[in-house]
Nanobody, 119 residues
Framework: QVQLVESGGGLVQAGGSLRLSCAASGNSFLINFMAWYRQAPGKQRELVAKAANSGRVTYEDSVKGRFTISRDNAKNTVYLQMNGLTPEDTAVYYC?????????????WGQGTQVTVSS
């Protein structure tokens, strides 16, 4: 079993920055990849950024050039640096990882952290 604990959300004015963190913990697990999703009110959850073990990263089009995902593999932690925030970025942000544990690869989710961008 893997637990994900997020931090770093909050209220920021448009144009501001926030940095989200997510630490994975548990017994005997191997992370395959980590990602950030977000869900705005009345909308489906969407992938924001993904970071594979290979170092390859991918971004949703609207955040390219503004958000940066990074990982500290020694700490099993993933970060999301968000710059140039707009009100359209307001959402609950969820940390996600796919990890091998107890004989199988499984999906794990954090509890979510609210990001609110005021205009």
């Amino acid at each position: 079993q893997v637990q994900l604990v997020e931090s770093g959300g909050g209220l920021v004015q448009a144009g501001g920055s926030l940095r989200l963190s997510c630490a994975a913990s548990g017994n005997s697990f191997l992370i395959n990849f980590m990602a950030w999703y977000r869900q705005a009110p009345g909308k489906q959850r969407e992938l924001v950024a993904k970071a594979a073990n290979s170092g390859r990263v991918t971004y949703e089009d609207s955040v390219k050039g503004r958000f940066t995902i990074s990982r500290d593999n020694a700490k099993n932690t993933v970060y999301l640096q968000m710059n140039g925030l707009t009100p359209e970025d307001t959402a609950v942000y969820y940390c996600y990882c796919n990890a091998y544990s107890m004989g199988a690869s499984r999906d794990y989710w954090g509890q979510g952290t609210q990001v609110t961008v005021s205009s």
